[in-house]
């Protein structure tokens, strides 16, 4: 299984990127995708997840209202939507797939997650 995240770049505070998530060697369907971040300097953070077998997303409070977790699943296809994007979170951001079937508590621990994309770089300065 490999994971393939796509998207990054540079913008300007306040402006919005969308980034994806794509498998090989596996659909996503029920399972739980993870993204995360990690900013230089500084330990990597949960940002959210995306939970298949109910079609919901959880999500950071750092990130809760602008950003959105959403699955394509003809194109079995995973995006995070960052809008109103702050300086703060220029980082790396990685998804994650789970093989499991967690518990809410477990889906901000890196450990719940068995398969990580590259990461893809996200810049937010003016």
């Known amino acids: 299984v490999q994971l393939q995240a796509s998207g990054g770049g540079w913008v300007q505070p306040g402006g919005s990127l969308r980034l994806s998530c794509a498998p090989s060697?596996?659909?996503?369907?029920?399972?739980?995708v993870g993204w995360f971040r990690r900013a230089p300097g500084k330990q990597r953070e949960f940002v959210g997840a995306f939970r298949g077998s109910l079609n919901t997303a959880y999500y950071a409070d750092s990130v809760r209202g602008r950003f959105t977790i959403t699955r394509d699943n003809g194109k079995n296809t995973v995006y995070l939507q960052m809008n109103n994007l702050k300086p703060e979170d220029t980082a790396v951001y990685y998804c994650?797939?789970?093989?499991?079937?967690?518990?809410?508590?477990?889906?901000?621990?890196?450990?719940?997650?068995?398969?990580w994309g590259q990461g893809t770089q996200v810049t937010v300065s003016s």
């Open positions: 994650a797939l789970a093989t499991s079937r967690p518990i809410l508590s477990m889906l901000p621990d890196p450990e719940t997650y068995h398969y």
């Open positions: 060697g596996v659909t996503f369907g029920s399972r739980v």
